[in-house]
């Protein structure tokens, strides 16, 4: 099984402020890697997939970068409706498909 | 639009076992897409339970294989978890999620989730 671990557990973070997520494989995932977004008592929503490719209406201020075992995401002027929490997700190798144990992002 | 609703009962006895149901509209679950359920305990993350295919394919977290049974209604257009003797460890919220494959894993449409508790 491939173990995601993600850090920080949590940031706190003012908006308008960049902020950069840290998600690491236990073995290389080469670029098959996903990120998701879950906002307070809501399912998550797909946010980027092959490490750095957004998904249907997520906006430009979200960026992904990694490859192998170290992987980024990173949002360059947090909004308000950004505070949530993170999760990445491998597609490497599965079953299982597993992800991380998620990154929240609350406000400082 | 695709939407995707969770059905089931909200609480189940230990060593019982707990049944869900998807439904799925906007789209038919005979599609090129897998079918996938995934749960999350109270204030914890991810968990990706297992999928299955129109055909009847599935494919388990090994972790659960041995509790877990998944089957596909194609006229309803719906699908559905088993999980037997259950324990608390089971309490959380299911979610059914569409999942697009080829060459990619990306669970792109969710339902709402469900929230299912184990307790006597």
């Known amino acids: 099984e491939i173990v995601m671990t993600q850090s920080p557990a949590t940031l706190s973070v003012s908006p308008g402020e960049r902020v950069t997520l840290s998600c690491r494989a236990s073995?290389?995932?080469?670029?098959?890697l996903a990120w998701y977004q879950q906002r307070p008592g809501q399912a998550p929503r797909l946010l980027m997939f092959g490490v750095s490719t957004r998904a249907t209406d997520i906006p430009a201020r979200f960026s992904g970068s990694g490859s192998g075992t170290e992987f980024t995401l990173t949002i360059s002027s947090l909004q308000s409706e950004d505070f949530a929490v993170y999760y990445c997700?491998?597609?490497?190798?599965?079953?299982?498909?597993?992800f991380g144990q998620g990154t929240r992002l609350e406000i400082k | 639009q695709v939407q995707l609703q969770e059905s089931g009962p909200g609480l189940v006895r230990p060593s019982g076992t707990l049944s869900l149901t998807c439904t799925v509209s906007?789209?038919?679950?005979?599609?090129?897409?897998?079918w996938s359920w995934v749960r999350q305990p109270p204030g914890k993350g991810l968990e990706w339970i297992g999928e299955?295919?129109?055909?009847?394919?599935?494919s388990y977290n090994p972790s659960l294989k041995s509790r877990v049974t998944m089957s596909v209604d194609i006229f309803k257009n719906q699908f559905s978890l088993k999980l037997n003797s259950v324990t608390a460890a089971d309490t959380a919220v299911y979610y059914c999620?569409?999942?697009?494959?080829?060459?990619?894993?990306?669970?792109?449409?969710w339902g709402q989730g469900t929230m299912v508790a184990v307790s006597s």
């Open positions: 299955i295919y129109h055909s009847g394919s599935t």
């Open positions: 906007g789209v038919s679950i005979s599609s090129t897409f897998w």
């Open positions: 997700q491998q597609y490497n190798k599965w079953p299982p498909i597993t």
């Open positions: 999620a569409r999942v697009g494959r080829g060459g990619t894993y990306l669970f792109g449409i």
């Open positions: 073995q290389s995932i080469s670029s098959n």
